[in-house]
């Protein structure tokens, strides 16, 4: 685990303590894979100061071309590290987490009618 970061030691201490405080090995990895991603962004955006803000934290999810719940999912475990940061004092503020959306579409006599208006036909059975 090689950070480049300003962050770059309290990445590294954080995932040593999650190494030895979580018993899967699939959450630690998963935990280093979006502290490199940070990681990668930060050093990008040339952050020269030992904080996290919340519009940094919403560029870099912007950028993803990810669905919504990875969005989440990351944000959760920057959030899980940027307690670890409060306790070095480091300033922290994270942005609100993404509204999930779905494209869930009921069934509805209006979907049953548009379908059976529609000029494609359905097959039979």
């Known amino acids: 685990m090689i950070y480049n970061s300003i962050l770059k030691s309290e990445m590294t201490s954080f995932l040593e303590f999650l190494k030895l405080s979580l018993p899967a090995e699939k959450t630690y990895q998963s935990y280093h894979h979006t502290l490199s991603e940070l990681d990668s962004f930060l050093c990008k955006t040339n952050l020269f100061e030992k904080k996290l803000e919340s519009e940094s934290l919403s560029q870099w999810l912007d950028e993803m071309n990810c669905h919504i719940s990875t969005k989440k999912s990351k944000l959760s475990r920057v959030k899980r590290f940027s307690v670890y940061l409060s306790t070095l004092e480091i300033p922290v503020r994270l942005p609100e987490l993404p509204k999930k959306t779905t ?5 509805s006599n209006f979907t049953f009618n548009l379908l ?3 000029s494609a036909k359905p097959h039979r059975l």
């Open 116 to 118: 059976r208006n529609s």
């Open 103 to 107: 494209d869930f579409m009921p069934y």
